[in-house]
């Protein structure tokens, strides 16, 4: 496989120990990989490089991993797999909020963080044809990957297209938490069920007012499900 066929992977952490050993696993695992230590040669790498996927330490002096993310989601819909060393939850809510697809908490397994990019990689992309899905006001378009609400087209996340993409296929389905980390973070995840939460919660601002939510609803004790809009 030639570079230029390769995923990209930007490792953006300024522990340039650290950073080393993650790429070297990567490039080991058949990846392009390069290194950043600042967040906002970060941001330019990704306008620039366009990687597929990048793993970045929230706890970055100067511009932070949340800032980086929320400018790297003005223009890309790239997935972002966060690396932090804090337990505060509020600071990982905080990423996820701004565009993180998941996160990992230092000390990690550099073996988990590549198999979870490995994972990221691989979410199923169907080659069928598929028509639209119409809830109202909502299309949700497989083919162009897009969601629009009257019109407009929604800013979504890859993760919350995902989500959208998997409950509105079965509309009225109830789906636990567990059943969509399977379908979109893919079978064998491992890692905090509340993170389905954080993305749901995300894709509602965007979607409906979400203490009134027409298109994802809650199901009580299960998880959620694709209502008609109405």
Known sequence: MTAVDKPRVLVVDDERVLAGVVANYLDRSGFDVRICGDGAEAVGAVRDWLPSVVLLDLGLPGLDGVEVCRRIREFSDCYVLMLTARDDEDDKLRGLEVGADDYVTKPFSVREVVARVDAMLRRPRTGVRQRQRVFGELVVDPEAREARLEGRVLG????????????????????????????????????????????????RKKLEEPAAPRFVQTVRGVGYKMGDGA
């Open 156 to 203: 979504l996340t890859r993760t919350e297209f995902d989500l959208l993409l998997v409950l509105s296929a079965r509309p009225g389905t109830a789906f636990s938490r567990q059943a969509l980390l399977d379908e979109v973070w893919g079978e064998g995840w491992v890692g905090d069920s509340h993170v389905v939460d954080v993305h749901i919660g995300n894709l």
